[in-house]
């Protein structure tokens, strides 16, 4: 029994021993297994931290700061009237510089008809809308300001009744309001099967919850930029620079920086010890040295400037910008003050045609706008008045607008090539004035007219006086004056 006992215990003591073996083996797999999760874990949120922060690198490097067209809008309206800490001075004179040449003198309505008194009716109305809108003068050049703002137009007609002040015999006119999107907001709904078919034009009023509705025949809407597949997204030419702008004015403030801290040499005293430098201080307030006076000191003298690598690549910074603004707004380089990179005269000449080229597209838009306006105020008018029926009714199709282009090419080409042309009986004289700017064939005919009629009528005065006084001499001669009267006759 004592035996069996024995060898019991020692087997229990065994399978002790195993099954603690067993235990420390699996605790010490468990810990593996841990410090895999753990190592793993870890990888996985370094791969991530990585991730992450080369996105945000990524974000944080780009070449557009403007992808946005309200944010971008906002930023050029801010630029505009000067509230915005960059870009203030290059964005007015961009806009004001493309709204001057895109317009030029105005738009000039013309009749299309054979003869202008076809028209006349027409083109009195239109002169009479025109000039009641002051589309004819400073309105004119404020919407198309508006324009390089915000990159579309968006105009509303509404009647005005002129019972109690009639406007050149007139009891009532349309009205043009310009409606900005920066304040309104406003959405343009169009045709489903037409994308520039523009049925209505809506917003919501601050504060109020229904929305504002216009309909087709009582507004005008033109884009200017951005796709046509969009109607609502219409980025302004500016828009596209906007970045390069901002660099612009910054590196021109770093350059004054660098001026105003740098703009005159630094004096440096070098001493061999310590002391020496102390000695040389002293001495230096003491006498109350400025520059100009002589010293003598032990030690070298010096002057200390900047290194002007840097300034050298700000300036080759604002060249760059300039001319990446330049091409993409067609403003010319010395307009925006680069003068010394005109290499000559004729350079300087041949870049104004560059912005004439450029606002080509926004000339023509121009034309439909103004088109539409007309068409839409003669339609409104003809209802008001009730002329729709009537053989006084307005008919847009008898007259025209145009944007006269006055660029010294366009002079250029009338002096070297229609005068000559003239010259040798290959154009008429009409057709070389009809190529003139500013200049009314019609009314031009009409003067030369009543210029000819006059000179006739001169010519008929002088020869009856003539006469009168031939035979009063003739009658004074005596005799002779019946053969005065009868060669007279």
């Known amino acids: 029994m004592a035996i069996f006992n024995t060898r019991a215990k020692q087997q229990i003591r065994e399978l002790t021993g195993k099954l603690e073996t067993a235990q420390t083996a699996a605790a010490a797999a468990r810990a593996d297994a841990a410090d895999a999760l753990k190592k793993a874990n870890r990888i996985q949120e370094l791969l991530v931290d990585n991730i992450l922060s080369v996105t945000e690198v990524e974000q944080r490097y780009v070449g557009n700061d403007y992808r946005d067209y309200g944010t971008a809008i906002q930023a050029i309206s801010d630029k505009y009237i000067s509230k915005s800490e960059w ?15 895109i317009l030029g003198e105005g738009i000039k309505v013309v009749h299309k008809t054979d003869t202008k008194a076809e028209a006349e009716t027409e083109l ?72 520039m078919w523009f049925k209505t034009l809506s917003w919501i009023e601050s504060g ?24 609502n997204d219409a980025q302004p030419k500016i828009m596209k620079c906007l970045t390069e702008i901002d660099r612009l004015d910054r590196a021109l403030r770093d350059l004054r920086e660098i001026l105003h801290l740098f703009a005159s040499p630094t004096p440096d005293f070098e001493c061999a010890t310590a002391q020496d430098a102390k000695a040389l201080i002293a001495y230096l307030t003491d006498t109350n ?20 690598a840097g300034v050298t690549n700000l300036i080759a910074e604002i060249e760059t910008t300039t001319k990446m603004i330049s091409g993409t707004t067609g403003v010319p380089i010395h307009y925006l003050g680069l003068l010394d990179l005109l290499k000559n005269r004729a350079t300087g000449d041949n870049t104004r045609e560059l912005v004439m080229a450029a606002t080509t597209r926004e000339r023509s838009i121009w034309i439909g706008a103004y088109t539409e306006l007309i068409e839409k105020a003669m339609a409104m ?47 008429s004289k009409e057709f070389v004035a009809s190529q003139i ?36 001499a003739a009658a004074a001669g005596g005799g002779n004056g019946g053969s005065a009267v009868e060669d007279e006759q």
């Not at 009730?386 to 145009?402: M, R, Y």
Request: overall charge negative; charged content about 30%.
């Open 87 to 101: 870009g203030c001075v290059q964005t007015g004179t961009i806009i004001d510089l493309r709204a001057a040449f």
């Open 208 to 231: 109020k919850t229904e929305k504002t509705t216009i309909n087709e025949p009582e507004f005008v809407y033109k884009k200017f930029g951005g796709r046509i597949t969009d109607p």
């Open 381 to 427: 008018f003809n209802a008001k008045t009730g002329s729709a029926q009537k053989s006084t009714k307005l008919d847009p199709e008898k007259i025209g607008v145009t944007i006269p282009l006055i660029s010294q090419d366009h002079w250029n080409n009338l002096q070297n090539v229609l005068i000559p042309a003239f010259t040798a009986g290959i154009v």
């Open 124 to 195: 009195q109305f239109a002169n009479d809308f025109l000039e009641y809108n002051s589309l004819d003068a400073e309105m004119a050049q404020e919407l198309a300001k508006e324009v390089e703002i915000e990159g579309k137009l968006a105009l509303r007609l509404k009647w005005d009744d002129l019972k109690n002040d009639p406007f050149r015999g007139r009891t009532g006119l349309p009205s043009v309001r310009f409606i900005s999107w920066l304040a309104k907001k406003y959405t343009v709904t169009p045709d489903p099967n037409d994308y």
């Open 289 to 308: 040295w400025r520059i100009g006076k002589a010293i003598v000191h032990i030690g070298s003298f010096s002057y200390k400037s900047p290194d002007t």
């Open 437 to 472: 700017p500013g200049v009314d064939m019609d009314d031009e005919a009409a003067k030369a007219e009543a210029a000819d009629a006059s000179e006739l009528e001169s010519a008929k005065r002088e020869l009856e006086r003539m006469r009168t006084e031939r035979l009063a």
